[in-house]
């Protein structure tokens, strides 16, 4: 098989993860994470009257390169929070988000609403360490793991106290989701194996989760009108990280997404 961007991400998450264990025992961060603040509920807030927007707090990509500096993460979020934000997404992705977990620690610090660990979730090492940072939830991207890790690593993330965001880009990722009955769902538009973009995909796939499964159409929002049409298909939240960060009133951007009528699917 020919390699993917995602699978030179995932070696390159595996790689600074092994530096990390190396430097802090498993033990030690089993017991960071039973010791951590409790998890904050998530499902309720991306469910309102109101779309739910969870804002990205995201340096680059591998798409796109730099984005922003972002200086102090945890001004950001609180600028994202005080504008209506359901939730906050830190990427710690390093190499090529150019995140850390001194962002989630920040972050988590500096809002009362559940932060997102966005990350590359392979092992169960960097759940324990999510949950000690005070992640309230986590991604699973279905397309980086097997059906066993998928079903291993949602009930991993659910002990800890944590909500799993199950990320599909397609109708086969979807069916591979349901056997693990999440109750939070994302759509990502972006392809992570080619970084292609496919605004389409939310409204393809929507008619195929349950209701009451909560849902996120991710990526390539960039402004009301697209949110909205993600909002009329069916999505209870949007996921947003480079039009909030790149633009010039990052809180002006998340109250125009968080006014936007929730949905009635
Ligand atoms: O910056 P955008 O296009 O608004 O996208 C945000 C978010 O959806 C994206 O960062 C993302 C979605 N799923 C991911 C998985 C890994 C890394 C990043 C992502």
Known sequence: MSSTVLDSIIAGVRADLAARVSARPLANVVAAAASAPPPRPVLPRLSGPTLGVISEVKRASPSKGDLAAIPEPAALAATYAAAGAAAVSVLTEERRFRGSLADLDAVREAVDIPVLRKDFMVDDYQFYEARAHGADLVLLIVAALSDAQLRHFHSLATDLGMTALVEVHDAAEIERAQAIDPAL??????????????????????????????????????????????????????????ALVTHGDPGAAVAEFAAIPGTQR
């Open 185 to 242: 769902l994302g759509v990502n538009a972006r392809n992570l194996k080619t970084l292609d973009v496919d605004p389409d995909a939310f409204g393809a796939l929507v008619g195929t989760i349950p209701a009451g499964v909560v849902t996120v159409a991710e990526s390539g929002i960039r402004h009301a009108d697209d949110a909205r049409r993600y909002a009329r298909e069916g999505a209870d939240a949007v996921l947003v990280g480079e």
